[in-house]
């Protein structure tokens, strides 16, 4: 096993240039934003991952979990952990000051999450819940229902889940059958089956908050008639101290190919009389409120693609720089480690062209999350919501997917070592396997992506997002180092905007070719935002190089690989346009009764 | 768990079409293969693989195997599924009938293997390597060794091992450092460890017969130096029968992502005072000889991808149409299976598209190979030789690939059901992991093809395939049902022979781009061969459409299956020909102490 390294440099590269980092700590609320701050945050969370969370990796995977007598064991090492981790106010980063968290802007939050996510995922996977269940309660809950659970939640004192899965309600969440029924004194209770609930029953923390959509009696049918409610694990006594048990219990824990030391529960409610729970905004609306949970998690996951894909590159590189097999093929020479070899280089290029591409587009959008909440212009903060929204999906599909080729080329790599246990790259492969899945299925994402975020709107943010693209053009154009990217560059967003114009201007009566062309224009639209930010991040290269105020050499190989990520996987682009506008025709046509 | 059904339809449709059936019947020593007998070996094996294989096929991975005592102890069930495989005679269908064979051509025994793969490929590399081995010892094995070993082998009575890796020599077996040492009476004596054995020891035949690299005293050094020794697990006594047990032991099994039902030794010859070995054709000739165990091998495993993608996509189908979730995106209508959603149909048409494109090409492959061996016009029977020694990388590399593709596919059909073990999807994902790295990875396949394959040659056999690829577009054009492909068709040629030149021209100071062009050229040379055996196949289609010889809307459904194919995955050539052409100047430039 190697030793994680946090990538500072390539986080302090991007944050301070394409993020706009500057621009972010200038904006009001931001304002103890230094980059002395923001170092200091990424260098103290980088030994965190490095020194406790990484060495409960391995040994979590192992171990598992297990459900005795309805009691869940997480892995040895996960309460100290996370102990600390809480102690240390990791928990509420970036959660607002006014719920005792630190209320620093998502930018800074994201790399340390990334941390967290490329050195143990699964242990990762408990704060994270609480960051998306803080989101959703700080907007809809009340304020004492904020001062009960909302402020537990952002310290960590008591922990979260997202109990959305029924077995017959899946991605269909208008089929969701767990009921809730009002009490005299204003409770409600609750019955039914909550599936696939991470985290759903530990010993960690001394409550948990649940999350639960559920239908009311009077409840419209669909999806229109699902409400929200927190059920605690505990029942809080006059003090607000967890005291009586509440009739929610864990039932099964699955058995997974990965993310072992995370429990997937299923929780039944209501066995011994109903589970108590309390409404969170309005009756009915509870969809709306459960999706900013959703979209908090599905940005979350999108980090884990990067993270577990940084890990997995540095596992193979490292493999490459120290295993020796063959000679060099340029020279000849033996006893020399297989990073000479050509292929091997371009599968490690590879991973990192892809690394950095989802790093900067992620970031990127974690600063547009930032300027859209706190840009005192209404007009530019609603334009980067509207980017933040109809970039989610990407965020979450084309992360996640890529994160999952990352893993695979660092098995490769090791070759017949990747594929034992012991190495511990499989783990990454098999724990990757998730995040497509997950807050979402790809196709989910990319069917949000045409239906809600393009289709709507007739493309308008889409359209808006391309013209903004067209920008960096000129630049690659007049930069010396970049010049030959440009017509590339220009190809790649005539073949968007061809297979956009496409997507949006089919009638009704083609609606299912549209569909079929959505995962295949969610990678397209990834695959080109990737591009730019490579080539926005190229270009602050080329600039820092040229001034002297970066390491020239690092700089430098910014350039080569942005180059090599054109070449590589830019070049994809025209075929991903292709199956858009082309392959839905022979997919409607296909009778599948002869599949 | 849904049952396997064999897809007779498509083997059969394939073997009498593009596969050329009814040609290799007619050849020398293949005058006993009749339809009728195809058929029925075709049956009989798919109900052997439904009704024995599949279903030890998920308790086998539960259980995997264990080491204790020195004995390897299989999953419960080997046994009798092995005695049976053997006993009605399996192991030889296509090995020769003078040492105990069926003599059946390949092209016959592929879609047989693929069932095997299909139902249970941890059970089924056990007499792969009786096979693999087979070839090996009937080319360069001695009449009496021939007598004594090739006969059990042939029979399955014995199984057979293949002793490549060493810790210091996977892929570069220019470092293999088992020892033989000559011994007075004309055997060696061995010593040494060799890793990755694949059923390296078990208990399920009466012996063992290991094929092993090692080094003689006086022998050169590198591969030039490599011979090949007989080293059975038990000596013979005067009878032939196994009696004392020779110096050879399992001192461990792996802990793998996969195929746990076949245990992966580490053995150790010659602890004891040395393993008795006889020596298998010239001395320092071995590797030559194991390049046939090899090359055969390969093949194999290439079968292994399209029998796991097989069974992953009757997975993935058989669930898109029972699994209701969600309403039909066109007609609103709820209650439908997720077969209806377009984005669904369109992953069960990609799994389909090249399942049917890795088949193709594998039958069609394996009758090249039955040519290359029966045809009487020494010229003709070279040429099909040629072709099967430039496409095994291919045949290898691209089908296992593509194999994992399809298998990942399947569980994101699955969604969250595809992560849990339970539903076993997840165990082809897992198992079908090493099939890209087993029997020389991707990269070695790759730098294979360009290496050997076409620059020794500088191009000749390829270009004499992209010729006879050529003449299949004409036939596309004057196809009622299938013009719209010749172009498309010509196009892929074009950009296949445009990186094809590029390859065979650089000089040697492009070394290296050209190396590093090598995995990309193989995905290119993949998707062109993929989508002219699918052109072949529509074509083939149209024309048992047109005269009512086939089913009809069997065979629309291959011409719209062969369009969404072009459409999907045919226009990914030009972006490969296109990194061909372009990644390796930046990966040159890349500073790796960077990375």
Redesign the interface.
Known sequence: MYAYQAPLRDMQFILHTIAGLEEIASLPNCEDVSAELVSAVLEEAGKFAAGVLAPLNQSGDRQGCRLEQGVVHTPEGWQAAYDQFRDAGWVGLALPQEYGGQGLPKLVSTPVWEMWFSTNMAFAMLPQLNVSQAEALQIAASLEQKQTWLTKVVSGEWASTMNL?EP?A???L??TRTRAVPEADGTYKLFGQKI?ISYGEHELTPNIVHLVLARLPDAPAGVKGLSLFIVPKYLLDAEGKPSTRNDVRCIAI?????IHGSP?CTLSYGDEGGAIGYLVGEANRGLATMFIMMNEARFGVGVQGVGLAERAYQYA?NYARTR????D??TGE?GQPI?C?????????SM?ARVMAMRSLLYTAAGWFDLAHHHPDPVIADQYRRYVDLLMPVAKGWCTEVG?EVC?DA??VF??M?????TGI?QY??DA??I???EG???IQ??DLIGRKILREQGATLYELIAEMQQTEPALAHSAALTQLALPFKTLLTDLKTASDWIVNQDQAQ???V??A???FLYLLGTVCGAWQLARLALAAATKQADSSFDP??C??LI??T??YF??FG??A??YA??VR??????I???????
Chains 1, 2 share one sequence.
């Open positions: 899965t017959q899946g991605s269909d208008a089929a696939f699955e058995h997974k190919m990965g997937t590189l020796v097999q063959g000679r093929a340029i033996s990073l070899h050509p292929d091997v280089q371009r599968a490690i290029l990192r999952n695979d098995i490769q070759g017949g990747g594929f034992v246990e012991e499989a492969f098999r396997r998730i497509t899945i997950y299925t790809t196709g990319a069917n609606q299912a070719q569909l079929a959505a995962t295949p050499a690092y430098q190989s080569e690989l180059q090599f070449h590589s070049v994809q025209s075929a292709a199956t082309q392959a839905g025709e022979s997919l046509a296909f009778d599948f009764a002869q599949a």
